[in-house]
């Protein structure tokens, strides 16, 4: 009998499904047709730490800056970041209410940062491989990333943006 994992809102998935659809999900086709494979994936709630009041777009502005800055920062001179602009909502307030903190306003409840990986740009050496940092926001913990989001990393210019990396 095959192992089984039941995962919340998920059907029984055997082990051997569940590395299907994980491989399934984690890889990307570019609209250029290079294919990308997902390396790494980390979550956390937008809004994590934020104790009262309401996020402003200054907020959000300066929160998403030090999100690419610090990943920049991981390997620096060489880690390019892509940053997917995330649909900022403005918050309605009462009829003649004022924010005194600015522009009340709120981004996607999750932070995704993705580290992706595809084969060298302009090269065909074995021993090297292409790498981005790709950042996103979305409604709802991974996986799936969000169609829309999907959508924007589809049409990236991976040669463009990536950078490549030796083994």
Known sequence: MADSLSVIGYRSLTLGSME???????????STGREL????LNQQ???????????????????????????????????????VRP?????????GEIYPF????????????GRFKSRPIGENDPLFYSELTIIWLQSEFAM????????????LDWD????????
Do not use: H
Not at 37 to 40: I, P, T, V, Y
């Open 102 to 113: 600015g522009s009340p306003a709120t981004l996607p409840g999750v932070t995704c940062v």
């Open 37 to 40: 494979g997902l390396q790494e």
């Open 45 to 83: 709630l937008t809004y994590e730490g934020l104790l009262e009041g309401m996020p402003t777009t200054k907020l959000n502005r300066f929160k998403l800056d030090r999100l690419v800055a610090e990943q920049q920062a991981k390997k620096p001179s060489i880690n390019p970041v892509y940053l």
């Open 160 to 167: 463009t943006l990536a950078s490549n990396f030796e083994f």
């Open 20 to 30: 299907d659809w994980v491989e399934k999900a984690s890889r990307i086709t570019l």
């Open 144 to 155: 799936p990333i969000e169609p829309s989001v999907l959508e924007e990393i589809a049409g």
């Open 87 to 95: 649909v900022e909502t403005p918050i309605d307030l009462s009829p």
